[in-house]
């Protein structure tokens, strides 16, 4: 079966450090991949997506970068967070067109 | 921007009851899909829906889609307090940038 690991579940930065996300999915092939930022309250907001290894597609101009150096594996990343980083990102795949997506638990960043 | 939008914003209905919640979208689409998010976790899939669809029914879920209108509804009959939750719909206006709106807080009190 399909799982997806994502982590970690909270994290507390410091403004202007460094951030690495990491996502990675089980149990499938060529998935399509996503990051995805949710304020309190709110709807989700697309950062990235990617349709295969290297590619990558980005929705907001921003601090953030994505990659995806394997099938499986999508990776967020900031050289220097700012306060306006905080949120709640999630990851998903999904297969096809695309099809039913599949989130992670998320990750509760904060920083400070 | 946001493809779909949702409405309304917060919902609050008796064990019992139905609760039904729309979904306007702005460009063409293939298929329109219902996620489910509990406080703080991932969302979670409940019914996807094709263009060529106006209904689908999943349990005490049923879902309509309008595409003259470019809107969706969904219903929840005999609702239950372990339905609250936030509930968004999800669209694909193009590639497979699959977008939220900003979701219905529904509550549902005992």
């Known amino acids: 079966s399909q799982t997806i690991h994502q982590w970690p579940a909270t994290l507390v930065q410091p403004v202007g450090s460094p951030l690495s996300l990491e996502c990675t999915v089980e149990?499938?092939?060529?998935?399509?991949l996503y990051w995805y930022r949710q304020a309190a309250g709110r709807g989700l907001q697309l950062l990235f997506y990617?349709?295969?290894?290297?590619?990558i597609s980005s929705e907001v101009p921003q601090n953030l970068s994505a990659s995806r150096p394997q099938d499986r594996q999508f990776i967020l990343s900031s050289k220097k967070l700012l306060l306006s980083d905080s949120g709640f990102y999630l990851c998903?795949?999904?297969?096809?067109?695309?099809?039913?997506?599949?989130f992670g638990q998320g990750t509760r960043l904060t920083v400070v | 921007s946001q493809q779909g939008e949702e409405d309304p914003q917060a919902l609050s209905i008796q064990e019992g009851e139905n609760a039904t919640m729309n979904c306007s979208y702005k460009?063409?689409?293939?298929?329109l899909q219902w996620y489910r998010q509990n406080s703080g976790r991932g969302l979670v899939h409940l019914i996807l829906?094709?263009?060529?669809?106006r209904e689908k029914h999943s349990g005490r879920l049923r879902v309509t889609l309008d595409t003259s209108k470019k809107s969706s509804s969904l219903l929840i009959t005999a609702s239950r307090a372990a339905d609250t939750a936030s509930y968004f719909c999800?669209?694909?206006?193009?590639?497979?940038?699959?977008?939220f709106g900003e979701g219905t807080q529904l509550t549902v009190n005992p």
């Open positions: 460009t063409s689409i293939n298929n």
């Open positions: 149990g499938t092939s060529n998935p399509n």
């Open positions: 990617s349709v295969g290894i290297g590619q």
């Open positions: 829906i094709r263009s060529n669809e």
């Open positions: 999800a669209t694909v206006p193009s590639g497979s940038r699959l977008t």
């Open positions: 998903a795949w999904s297969v096809g067109f695309p099809g039913e997506a599949f």
